[in-house]
Structures are given as C-alpha cells and as structure tokens.
C-alpha cells in the first residue's frame, strides 16, 4: 500500500496522484498526524479509520464531490469521528535545498525557548532554530518526517524582505525537500515563500489530538 510519505516525496518531486476526482485513504504515519491533502482533482486522507466509512461520508456530503475533502461538513464529520480539531485549511508549498551557506548571520538557538520555537516543539520533531537580527527560522520534522519550516520576523522590520532572507536560508540549511504550510489568506507570507522559490503543491487540513 502507498504510504501518506510515498505521496509527499512524489509530490516534491513533481509527481503528482492522478486528477480522477478520486479520493485515496492511507493510513496515519503516527499517532500524531491526520488530516487531509487535497491535490488538483485527487486528494489524499490520511487517518486511521474505516476507509468505506470515509467514502460514505464523502458521498454524503452536499457538495461538487471535487470539494468534499475539504467541505466544512466533512471535516466536521472527521473531527467527530476521530475526537481531533483542526484549526485552518493550508496552502501546502515545497522547495528543494539551495547550495552554499546563508547570507544572513544566523545563531543557532539553544538556550529558553522562544514562542514559536516552543509552538513549533509541539507539533513538530528534531526541532533546531536560528535566529538573526529581527528574524527567526525554524526547521523540524513534521507530517510523515517530512522537513518543515516556519519563520518570524519582528514588526518593526517587515517588508524589508527580512523574510524572504529568511526562507531562503532555510533552503541551504536542510538537505532535503523543505515544506511550508501557510494560510492562503496571509497573501503576503504566500507571496514571500514564492519568491524564494517554494511552489505550491496543494492544500492541506491537519486534525490535531485533543
């Protein structure tokens, strides 16, 4: 059986599941993760549950069938099924690793913990953090091990591009296909993980334990 990793390292790859209109079920790759991946017509959900139940739920569901992953009633229905919430749909963006050392002067963190450090623990694995002069990337191992990122950047420094500065050293940091997660309405963080060259693969709802 395909694996929810299998999908993801095809999908950095530029290899996409077939635009059928179907939807496929796999099991969760931890304790941890569930949630849904929604493709161009082909979404994947990854959650330990009765693969028929899903189906039927989806059938159920009073929307073009293309949406229905993603329809607020069957995310409602999953969140009741497995006892999880969920916060937001992502857009779901991936980048490969750049050559060469960050321009940027960055120290590793190792000391308390900041915010967004400490958010990023929660959610994430192998977590390590640099921080720079108004700036913070952030890289650990979320949803089936992939690489992730997240930065933050002060108030008083943005639109300086601080922040594309930042995701792009984050691409010379890793040495594997690197994910962002970002909400489709922070346009300007969307804007700025493109810039630096992250694409956009699909959209992404994760159900998190209670």
């Known amino acids: 059986m395909e694996t929810l990793r299998d999908v993801l390292d095809a999908a950095a790859r530029g290899v996409f599941p077939p635009p059928d209109g179907r939807t496929t079920v796999v099991p969760q790759p931890s304790a941890r993760d569930a949630g849904v991946l929604s493709f161009t017509a082909h979404s994947v959900v990854f959650v330990d549950e009765d693969p028929e139940w899903v189906y039927d739920t989806l059938r159920a569901t009073p929307c073009d069938p293309l949406c229905a992953t993603m329809n607020a009633r069957f995310l409602a ?17 991936v980048a490969t690793p750049l050559p060469g050392r960050p321009d940027l002067p960055l120290t590793e963190l190792t000391g308390p913990d900041h915010s967004r450090v400490a958010y990023a623990r929660a959610r994430r694995d192998e977590v390590r953090a640099w921080a720079t002069e108004g700036g913070l990337v952030v890289l650990g191992r979320g949803v089936a091990g992939r690489l992730e990122v997240s930065v933050e950047v002060d108030e008083g420094v943005r639109r300086r591009g601080l922040g594309r500065e930042l995701v792009t050293a984050a691409r010379q940091l890793a040495e594997e296909p690197l994910w962002a997660q970002v909400a489709p309405g922070n346009a300007r963080s969307v804007r700025t993980l493109q810039a630096a060259g992250y694409l956009p693969v699909g959209a992404e709802a994760l159900l998190f334990r209670t």
């Open 77 to 93: 229905a999953l969140m009741d099924r497995t006892g999880r919430e969920q916060e937001t749909i992502d857009a779901l963006l």
